[in-house]
């Protein structure tokens, strides 16, 4: 049963590539094409606004297919966008290169994790979505920051082009690795809209959404920070993406430890440990020492949110887990959208050195969604 949570976050892996992997070449390329840092920030807003926008309604579309052979498709289009992308003669080529993908991705994660959850025991499955997760960490140790030194090296094609490599070993390593995986049974639409009018559900997905929304307004924009902030150079930059990767495979695995024994708790001091670290990151984001050391914390902390967001929205209901899962990437990827949006309109308006603040200004916010959701069991209880 390992294998296939393996193969599963190899697709991942090759996903969140594509995904993020722009995020450490954004200067080069707000360069190249000669547009706005905040413009270029679209390359990752809008993949991840389609994916808010269509992620349900695309899994209801593919309900009936075959899973083995739609996540193949899945990559191979990945694939194929990534190249795409690298033969971009302009900003708005590229940018239609990057959204085309974007209708399949909840397609890849929706499939993928309600699979990880039900291959184990109810009790196990954090941890075994935390496995196909750690595509997504790993990705974050290697695929991105290895993206970035391409650029550096070659060119910012160079990452694109990587990226479509890694699709293509995933789609391979699916082909051959993964067992035949059945459409379920029960594929009932009107059961999948009721799930919509359970309460907590909203609640969930909006704790979901301010949290990673408060991640990805300033990670969204790290290489940046650091280039005009802390001063790094281009190197020392990939250097601290790869750290910040390597401490997040830890905070990946605490995550899903946690997260078998107390959700609550362990989304609390998640909380509350990033917005302590933000704070540090915007009082001595100009020191260069001090920066590597909170890059280490700040990376081992952030990259348990999606896993701690995921397992809280689908932990709402027990109905329709793929379909619950595709809800989750939508609201993630809705998420992302708006941390990003926030996190270049910081930029522009008021400057780089600010966006730490709006982190600490979104994670109190989910604070406060969090004790809603408090109040809300405490009465059901009642």
């Known amino acids: 049963m390992k294998r296939t949570l393996y193969v599963l976050a190899l697709g991942i892996f090759g996903l969140a590539t594509t995904e993020f992997g722009v995020i450490g070449i954004l200067p080069k390329i707000s360069y190249a094409f000669d547009v706005s840092i905040d413009k270029a ?4 807003s809008a993949f991840a606004l389609i994916i808010a926008v269509f992620g349900p309604f695309m899994m209801m579309a593919v309900s009936r297919f075959d899973r083995k052979k739609t ?14 992308s690298a033969l971009s003669p302009s900003f708005n080529v590229l940018l239609i290169a990057r959204i085309l993908p974007a209708f399949l991705h909840p397609v890849f994660w929706s499939i ?44 910012w094609q160079a990452s694109f082009l990587l990226s479509g490599f890694i699709n293509a070993i ?59 902030v802390t001063f790094m150079k281009e190197g020392q930059i990939s250097l601290m993406l790869l750290l910040f990767g390597i401490a997040g495979i830890g905070g990946n695995w605490l995550a899903g430890k946690y997260l078998s024994k107390n959700i609550n708790f362990t989304t609390l001091v998640f909380i509350v440990l990033l917005a302590v670290i933000h704070l540090f990151l915007f009082c001595f984001g100009g020191d260069f020492v001090p920066m590597m ?30 379909f619950v899962n595709s809800i989750f990437t939508s609201c993630g990827n809705l998420a992302v959208t708006i941390g990003s949006t926030v996190g270049g309109l910081t930029i ?30 405490s009465k059901a209880q009642e």
């Open 348 to 377: 522009a308006k008021i400057g780089v050195h600010q966006i730490p603040l709006t982190s600490v200004i979104l994670l109190a916010l989910s604070l406060g969604a969090l004790l809603l959701k408090s109040v809300s069991g």
């Open 112 to 155: 993928g994790l309600a699979t990880a959850a039900n291959s184990v025991p109810a009790e196990q499955s954090p941890k075994a979505v935390s496995i196909v997760f750690a595509g997504f960490t790993i990705a974050s140790v290697f695929g991105i920051p290895l993206a970035a030194f391409m650029a550096d090296v070659f060119n």
């Open 170 to 228: 995933s789609f391979a390593g699916l082909l051959w690795f993964l067992p035949p995986i059945s459409a379920p049974v029960n594929n009932d639409r009107i059961s999948h809209l009721n799930i919509f009018r359970k309460r907590i559900l909203w609640i969930n997905l909006l704790l979901a959404c301010l949290m990673i929304s408060s991640m990805y307004s300033t990670y969204g924009y790290m290489a940046v920070y650091l280039e005009q």
């Open 71 to 84: 996540l193949a498709f899945v990559l191979a289009v990945f694939t194929l966008s990534n190249i795409m």
């Open 41 to 44: 920030g679209w390359l990752l």
């Open 293 to 322: 050391i909170m890059i280490c914390f700040w990376g081992l902390i952030h990259t348990g949110g999606f896993l701690i967001s995921n397992v809280t929205v689908t932990s709402s209901t027990t109905e329709a887990p793929e």
